[in-house]
């Protein structure tokens, strides 16, 4: 089946792809226009990054940048998902409309955003993700990260489900680059089918992530064919949801490669 496309759009100053190019509002609405009209099913909307080495926002902070894009975007014929894990940020973000609450803490942050999610029986995601953004790379244990990811996830959906979240509504992301190495994120991928047998829709986000430099030596502004590689492999092992920064791009790999099966 072919994966659903969601568009990646960071109003950060700090983000490690785009940080600062969609910062102002005219910026990011002209932005998440495009990436509509080039055919994304859903626009992800953060304000806060979660690179290697970030730190967290302050909660105003976060919302000066989040609201008065929402404010927006949630009028247009597409889902709209806010990457937050502040309570208060999925509370005003679900009131204003939104669909989803893309959560890279898995609730572990703050535990309270369930309530919200629950409330207004929206989607959540779900990520795997080892320590916090700010440190999450360094000094990493050799762990064998598939039982460990199936395990997490595990938990958090069963954590979910106990708080009353639908189990139609939760999705699992098993955060490629989030805590890993090289081998961790290739073996994720390579095993989206077992991560799948969890029973929930699965997302994959390695746009324009730096494990493509680690095998073919591009720069950061030159990994469009990298993504669009691993956009491929995980569409055929089944991925059901693909977070992307190059939409078009990605929607015209995939309808060729679809074709072709």
Known sequence: MFPKIMGILNLTPDSFSDGGMFFSKSEALFHAEAMVKDGADIIDI????????SSLVPLQ??????????EEVVNWDVEVSVDTNKAEVARLSLELGVDIINDISALTFDESLVDHVVKHEAKLVLMHMRGIPRTMQKDLKKVDIIPEVLQFLKSKSDFALSKGVKQKNII?????????DLEDNINIIKHIAVLKELGYPLLIGASRKSMISMIA???????LSGSLAIACVSAQR????????????????????????
């Not at 953060?46 to 080495?53: A, D, F, H, L, V």
């Not at 030596?217 to 990994?223: M, T």
């Not at 059901?240 to 791009?249: F, G, N, Q, Y």
């Open 172 to 180: 699992l992301d098993p955060g490629i680059g989030f805590g890993k």
């Open 217 to 223: 030596e591009a720069d950061i502004d030159d990994r």
């Open 61 to 70: 902070e976060e919302l000066d940048r989040v609201m008065p894009v929402l």
């Open 46 to 53: 953060g304000g806060e990054s979660t690179r290697p080495g």
């Open 238 to 261: 089944g991925v059901d949801i693909l977070r992307v920064h190059d939409v078009a791009e990605t929607i015209q790999a995939l309808k060729v490669i679809e074709k072709i099966w």
